[in-house]
């Protein structure tokens, strides 16, 4: 198992980030969230966790460790699989997960892409009693590092790059634009599951 990578960033790109490791260049697939912290260049470090699939081996990246725990507990129940796995990660933080799954809430389940309502009450009682409880009060929230970039683009690239067309984007974002003006040190994380949330409401 891999248990992790660490190296300076080769690339980012939609979904992927190439972590260069001993002169070898590592594609990770990750969230937006944790993409946009980081920076080309600079080193990085992913807890990752490796997929073998019969015609591919796939690498998936983490901010922490407890972030691939609930992935791995995600993407192994029936339906699941480590690509929506990982875009329920994308929505919400794990402890958001943990809250949603003790409280019955399938609201939080539907918001993520490719879950019905059918397939939320499943997956809540599938996850019952394996993510366990919230480590927090509050769902924990990852401040992601400040870089170049104005957040808004930041996040604007995140949707793009998720698939969302310029004009949802663009929607999202002054969607989220109080929420960025209430924080005292932006959080593009939080604010990328918050756009994420408000885009599938709309459709």
Not at 57 to 76: M, P
Not at 106 to 117: D, W
């Amino acid at each position: 198992m891999i248990a992790f990578v660490q190296g300076p960033v080769a690339a980012i790109a939609a979904g992927t980030v190439v972590v260069e490791v001993g002169g070898v260049g590592m594609a990770v697939q990750c969230t937006p969230n944790t993409a946009a912290g980081l920076r080309l260049g600079e080193p990085a470090r992913l807890a990752t966790s490796l997929v073998v699939r019969e015609d591919s081996l796939t690498l998936y990246g983490f901010a922490d460790d407890d972030e691939r725990a609930v992935f791995e507990i995600l993407q192994a129940a029936p339906g699941v699989g480590p690509r929506l796995a990982q875009a329920m990660l994308g929505v919400h933080s794990p402890d958001e997960l943990r809250a949603a799954v003790a409280a019955g809430n399938e609201k939080a389940l539907i918001a993520v892409p490719g879950i019905g309502k059918a397939k939320a009450a499943k997956l809540l009682l599938e996850y019952k009693d394996k993510l366990g409880a919230p480590h927090g009060s509050v769902p924990a929230q990852k401040p992601i590092a400040a870089g170049p970039a104005p957040w808004s683009e930041q996040l604007h690239s995140a949707l793009v790059g998720l698939g969302y067309a310029p004009r949802e984007a663009d929607e999202a974002v002054a969607a989220v634009t109080p929420e960025a003006e209430a924080q005292t040190a932006t959080d593009v994380g939080a604010l990328l599951r918050l756009a994420l949330r408000s885009l599938n409401r709309s459709r």
